[in-house]
């Protein structure tokens, strides 16, 4: 069982940056792939990010390749979401998600725990 709360989200004007924390409950989160996706308003959820439980690989949405970073630290069970020039089409709620193993994955229902969200709103 792993538990996981966001932080980091609110409010930034277009260009802006933000990074997300993502504190995971358990001494096995070393096992799992992480995973941020987001959710607009009226949206289905959305793959953002991925990273490999090694660390060694990550994987980005087109949407924010070059803009969003993803790393995590195994010793804090933390998984991060740097994101940089920020865009009003950004804002959404952003979740993090787990699974077990060292495979990414993009779809929704190849995780495993899902975090509450943290709100990230960008203006123009």
């Known amino acids: 069982q792993v538990q996981l709360v966001e932080s980091g989200g609110g409010l930034v004007q277009a260009g802006g940056s933000l990074r997300l924390s993502c504190a995971a409950s358990g001494r096995t989160f070393s096992g799992y792939a992480m995973g941020w996706f987001r959710q607009a308003p009226g949206q289905e959820r959305d793959f953002v990010a991925a990273i490999t439980r090694s660390g060694g690989t990550t994987y980005y949405a087109n949407s924010v390749k070059g803009r969003f970073t993803i790393s995590r630290d195994d010793a804090k069970n933390t998984v991060y979401l740097q994101m940089n020039s920020l865009k009003p089409e950004d804002t959404a709620v952003y979740y993090c998600?787990?699974?077990?193993?060292?495979?990414?994955?993009?779809?929704?229902?190849?995780?495993?725990?899902w975090g509450q969200g943290t709100q990230v709103t960008v203006s123009s």
């Open positions: 998600a787990a699974r077990w193993g060292n495979t990414i994955m993009v779809l929704t229902s190849q995780y495993d725990y």
